[in-house]
């Protein structure tokens, strides 16, 4: 089974643009999961999706945005991007079939500079 | 607010010198405990789920326990290739049915030296 897969890898971008992040699920998964790595705050949760809803937030101001497809692919994007959103942003998927935790399986992650 | 602390943040072992990550959290209800494997530039990799107090993992030279307060990863003889940052992360409680937000630790950097 193919694994989550992230698009782009790497993105190079100015203070100010915009840009948008790819993310395709393990097949069958329909919880999608967003992530920002950095070296000082570590992993911090963006928000996740479940069949095209978002069902819970992060900290992160509203610059930040997501969504999910009906295929359960998912997009974020961050508006005026500033210094500090460089960081590797990760996407997790899981089957999120019960009440129980479950496993969130971790794609390569987009490597995001801005400069 | 929850949190999750884990120590040492760097450790440097030898091959075949065996060791232990801890993992602290303060957590309402804890509902369960991960831990994930990450090399530079990856993605993490999920290792392990506990979920109640006493329960222990083995994969390979990898062992994970869960007590009311703490989690420990046991490095039983590792070798060079274990090499990599170690986390752990707890499921924050739910907003409603089905929602999950992980918690991560700052992760402890491991080291094995041939």
């Known amino acids: 089974k193919a694994g989550v897969t992230q698009t782009p890898r790497y993105l190079i971008k100015t203070r100010g643009q915009q840009v948008t992040l790819s993310c395709s699920p393990i097949s069958g998964h329909r919880s999608v999961s967003w992530y920002q790595q950095t070296p000082g705050q570590g992993l911090q949760f963006l928000f996740e999706?479940?069949?095209?809803?978002?069902?819970n937030k992060g900290n992160f101001p509203g610059r930040f945005s997501g969504r999910q497809f009906s295929n359960s692919r998912s997009e974020m994007n961050v508006s005026t991007l500033e210094l500090g959103d460089s960081a590797l942003y990760l996407c997790?998927?899981?089957?999120?079939?019960?009440?129980?935790?479950?496993?969130?399986?971790f794609g390569p992650g987009t490597r995001l500079t801005v400069t | 607010e929850d949190q999750v602390t884990q120590s040492p943040e760097a450790l440097r072992l030898q091959e075949g010198e065996s060791s232990s990550l801890n993992c602290s959290y303060t957590v309402s209800g804890l509902r369960g405990l991960f831990w994930y494997r990450q090399d530079p530039g990856k993605g993490p990799e999920f290792l392990f789920t506990?979920?109640?107090a006493g329960e222990e993992k083995e994969k390979e030279r990898l062992k994970a326990t869960l007590t009311k307060k703490e989690s420990f990863l046991h490095i039983t003889a590792p070798k060079p290739e274990d090499s990599a940052t170690y986390l752990c992360?707890?499921?924050?409680?739910?907003?409603?049915?089905?929602?999950?937000?992980?918690?991560f630790g700052q992760g402890t950097r491991l080291t094995i030296n041939p």
């Open positions: 992360a707890v499921p924050t409680p739910r907003r409603f049915q089905g929602a999950q937000k992980l918690v």
């Open positions: 999706y479940f069949s095209e809803t978002q069902r």
């Open positions: 997790a998927s899981s089957l999120a079939q019960s009440g129980a935790p479950y496993e969130q399986y």
């Open positions: 506990l979920y109640s």
